[in-house]
Structure formats: structure tokens, C-alpha cells
């Protein structure tokens, strides 16, 4: 399956970016990882992908659309596969932990308020800083 994506993007199908496809796709959904978690799980699997060749890859892989690139504040750049259908994300403050959601009703919403502005919804992107409250 994998190669067959990557040759659809255009890229020809090499060991690291086979590789770090598997590993991407090993971690969805709802896991997001930055270039340096990719690279230390190819070491635990015994790849010896250098840490260049992996910012290369999910770089190209970026521009062809297999990959969505996140760059939530304070935080590295983070990455997930580009599955199509659209959802927003929560950042937890105390953990860094990513979390995924959908909600019909705050995607009508912001039509809804794009539209009292006389614009177009084009590429709504919510993200939701939290922290679980104090006891």
C-alpha cells in the first residue's frame, strides 16, 4: 500500500520514505510526531536513517500531500498523514498531548461567521489550548 502511495504522489518509492511512511502510518490515528520521535522509532527498528534524511523526507512528503505539517505554539513541528475529511485539534498546556476532534457544529458556526464578514470558509484550521482544571 505504501508504495503505491508514494508512486500517486509522484515520489519515487525509496527505503526511507517507505519507512518512514510505515512509521507514520504505525502511529494513526490520533498520534502526531515530530521528525525526531520518527527518527528514534526507525533506530529502535533498526533503520539507520540519519535525522537529515528523515526532515528531507517528511518535507517532500509535505509537498506532494501526504503529510500534514503542525506547528501548534510552543512546540516542534509536528506531522500527521493527510487522510482527507477534516478535523481540528486541542493542544494539552500541562502534557503537550494532541487530541483530535470533530464537531459539525463549530464547522457551521464559523461559516456562519466567515459569511457575516463576507468571506468563504476556504481552509478552517481550530486549535484549542487546554489544561485540565485544578482540584
Do not use: C, W
Not at 526507525?42 to 506532494?64: K, M, N, P, W
Not at 500531500?65 to 498523514?81: D, M, R, S, T
Not at 476532534?101 to 461567521?113: K, M, T, V, Y
Amino acid at each position: 500500500m505504501e508504495s503505491l502511495e508514494l508512486r500517486k504522489a509522484g515520489l519515487k518509492v525509496t527505503h526511507p520514505r517507505m519507512r518512514i511512511l510505515q512509521v507514520l502510518e504505525q502511529n494513526t490515528p490520533h498520534h502526531h510526531l515530530n521528525a525526531e520521535e520518527i527518527y528514534r522509532q526507525l533506530l529502535e527498528d533498526g533503520d539507520e536513517i540519519g535525522l537529515a534524511t528523515v526532515y528531507r523526507v517528511l518535507t517532500q512528503f509535505e509537498a506532494a500531500g501526504l503529510v500534514i505539517k503542525h506547528n501548534f505554539e510552543g512546540g516542534q513541528a509536528i506531522y500527521e498523514l493527510d487522510r482527507g475529511g477534516h478535523h481540528d485539534h486541542m493542544v494539552d498546556l500541562d502534557t503537550g498531548k494532541i487530541i483530535e476532534f470533530e464537531s459539525a457544529e463549530i464547522e457551521e458556526l464559523q461559516r456562519q461567521i466567515a459569511a457575516r464578514h463576507g468571506y468563504e470558509l476556504e481552509d478552517p484550521s481550530l486549535v484549542l489550548y487546554v489544561r485540565k482544571p485544578r482540584r
